[in-house]
């Protein structure tokens, strides 16, 4: 896994043109894709550049949708949740679909995500 190449995947997925203040996040990301690989899994294969990339935009959009929802409670706005689920929805599939491309190189028994919501 090569971090600049992350680092650019992660501007294109998420469409922060400043990569350098969410460095921390695509650091954890890397470190998670690390964890989830199989022995003798070829680390330098590109598909797992997109993987950690969508795993730091799904960390990226669920630390905006937090902070946008503190926000809102501290101005006293009502709180709507319909574009911010659909983007952490989107983003959500996004990292998954990469997961599935990197089946054969992943062991996802260990990563596990939880969420709260309506649905």
């Known amino acids: 896994m090569d971090i600049n190449s992350v680092k650019s995947l992660f501007t294109m997925i998420s469409g922060e043109e400043d990569y350098e203040i969410y460095l921390p996040i695509i650091i954890l990301s890397l470190s998670e894709t690390e964890r989830m690989l199989k022995a003798g899994a070829d680390r330098s294969d590109i598909r797992l550049d997109f993987l950690s990339a969508a795993i730091a935009?799904?960390?990226?959009?669920?630390?905006?949708?937090?902070?946008?929802?503190?926000?809102?409670?501290?101005?006293?706005?009502?709180?709507?949740?319909?574009?911010?689920?659909?983007?952490?929805?989107?983003?959500e599939?996004?990292?998954?679909?990469?997961?599935?491309?990197?089946s054969e190189l992943i062991d996802c028994d260990g990563f596990v995500f939880s969420g709260f919501g309506k649905e």
């Open 57 to 91: 935009n799904f960390r990226y959009v669920q630390l905006k949708a937090s902070r946008d929802r503190t926000q809102a409670v501290m101005l006293g706005n009502a709180l709507t949740s319909e574009n911010e689920s659909g983007t952490l929805r989107y983003a």
């Open 93 to 102: 599939k996004l990292m998954y679909s990469y997961m599935g491309m990197c």
